[in-house]
């Protein structure tokens, strides 16, 4: 087997170990059950908002800790904090412990970092494309038997909400035995760049690097800098990076306060929960709504504004619906809509900006537009959840209208487009790439 499919099989399975964790699409229902008792205003208010905080704290540390201490590291790391995050919401009581649990879960989120760019200092460059599909689809598949698994087990009354927790903590303890398994990585993108990936000029300032920490950390933050500039001085690349860091403040949002309102539906109506199942759904409908687009090879330079839109559009009714409605059912449909449009549009929006970028700064600047969304969800929480204390279904009404007001923003911007004559003399044929841009791609 040749090395860098070897590299991606290891990654792989690391990948799919940590997504297995059936308990979470019910971890709301656990806390409020009998084995926390904590009430709905404590979850959100309290335990919940940490979590994105700590996310947000944490996310530039890992980053660059990850780049300097050369990724497996922290990817260890990244996996003992799941163990020991587990082993809080098992054993662990009261309301300080569990947001102990949601700072190490703040950590957890961040380290992924390390897992996406592992794998872009081990392999060629000619590479990159292979290994990145293999690790999205060991995330999709990890993430959709864990849903699976979830509901079965639930389903059938083989486990109960708490015993869920003991194989997410199991598939904890395998993915840490497993990252052990992976080699140590040679270079990394700043603190350590290999040189068979630098023009000759920079070969011999690196060299004398080599014996000076100090110089060689200046560099590495003259390299941050300069991608940075180069990176976000194209108009392109501010377009799709806006919506992506807008769209995914309210994508998690979404995906984290959903089953406080699926729990009130539940208790008055004494229905069963089917959270394991629709987050497997959601999985699969949004991996193949991906797929679907990606293979169209659009012209996403002229589409995607208008696209965006009617994704953002989309996502506010779905939200608004769910915010409403008092059937488990539709709230379920709504959600997968409003998730799975987010995985379609997001994986097209990541496609545009890395095809804008240099390859060795991919990390760097899907970790800035990550921050800027934590940065955004961590004001929305502060002001709607912490300060104003604002019930979940009026909740999800504004993070409607957070959309809402996203879709005609990208409505203006196709509007601008137009007017500035980028639509001139478009035909149906124009709307798709040329034959060699396909090629590349």
């Known amino acids: 087997m040749e090395r860098w499919l070897k590299l991606s099989l290891l990654l792989c399975i690391f990948g799919f170990l940590k997504e297995i964790r059936p308990s979470e699409p019910y971890v709301t229902h656990f806390l409020m059950g009998p084995w926390?008792?904590?009430?709905?205003?404590?979850?959100?208010e309290e335990i919940y908002p940490v979590g994105t905080y700590s996310t947000l704290a944490l996310l530039v540390v890992v980053f660059l800790?990850?780049?300097?201490?050369?990724h497996k590291p922290v990817i260890v790391a990244d996996a003992l904090t799941g163990v020991a995050i587990y082993s809080l919401l098992i054993w662990a009581q009261g309301i300080p412990l569990m947001q102990v649990m949601e700072v190490l879960y703040g950590g957890f989120m961040a380290g992924e970092v390390a897992y996406y760019t592992y794998i872009y200092a081990s392999v060629d460059r000619s590479r990159y494309q292979a290994v990145s599909g293999h690790t999205r689809a060991a995330y999709l598949v990890g993430r959709c038997t864990s849903g699976v698994m979830a509901q079965v087990?639930?389903?059938?009354?083989?486990?109960?909400?708490?015993?869920?927790?003991?194989?997410?903590?199991?598939?904890?303890?395998?993915?840490t035995m497993w990252a052990l398994l992976l080699p140590s990585t040679q270079s990394s993108i700043y603190f350590h760049r290999d040189k068979a990936i630098l023009p000759s000029h920079e070969k011999d300032s690196l060299e004398a690097n080599d014996a000076a920490p100090p110089e060689?950390?200046?560099?590495?933050?003259?390299?941050?800098?300069?991608?940075?500039?180069?990176?976000?001085?194209?108009?392109?690349?501010?377009k799709w990076s806006l919506?992506?860091?807008?769209?995914?403040?309210?994508?998690?949002?979404?995906?984290?306060?959903t089953q406080l309102i699926w729990e009130e539906v539940v208790q008055s109506s004494g229905q069963?929960?089917?959270?394991?199942?629709?987050?497997?759904?959601?999985t699969v409908v949004g991996a193949c709504s991906a797929l679907a687009l990606s293979s169209l090879r659009l012209n996403w330079q002229l589409l995607g504004p208008p696209a965006l839109a009617a994704c953002a559009l989309v996502q506010a009714a779905a939200v608004y619906t769910i915010s409403v409605s008092q059937d488990l059912w539709l709230s379920y449909a709504a959600y997968i809509l409003c998730l799975a449009a987010y995985q379609a549009l997001v994986t097209i929006a990541s496609s545009e900006i890395a095809k804008l970028l240099k390859e060795e700064c991919f990390g760097l600047i899907f970790g800035v537009n990550m921050f800027f969304a934590l940065a955004l969800q961590s004001i929305l929480t502060l002001v709607v959840i912490t300060w104003l204390q604002i019930a979940p279904r009026e909740q999800f009404l504004i993070y409607g209208s957070y959309f809402a007001v996203l879709g005609v923003g990208f409505v203006?911007?196709?509007l601008y487009s137009l007017l500035k004559g980028q639509w001139r003399g478009v035909t149906l044929k124009s709307l798709w790439l040329p034959k060699e841009e396909r090629a590349d791609t």
Do not use: P
């Open 36 to 44: 926390k008792n904590f009430t709905a205003n404590e979850v959100y």
């Open 65 to 70: 800790v990850t780049d300097f201490l050369r």
């Open 153 to 175: 087990l639930v389903s059938t009354g083989a486990m109960d909400y708490l015993e869920l927790n003991y194989i997410t903590l199991a598939s904890m303890v395998a993915a």
């Open 216 to 238: 060689r950390m200046a560099r590495a933050f003259w390299y941050l800098r300069r991608d940075l500039v180069t990176a976000y001085t194209s108009s392109s690349v501010v």
């Open 243 to 257: 919506w992506w860091a807008l769209a995914t403040c309210g994508f998690y949002q979404v995906l984290n306060y």
């Open 272 to 282: 069963q929960l089917y959270n394991g199942a629709v987050e497997a759904v959601y």
């Open 412 to 414: 203006f911007v196709a």
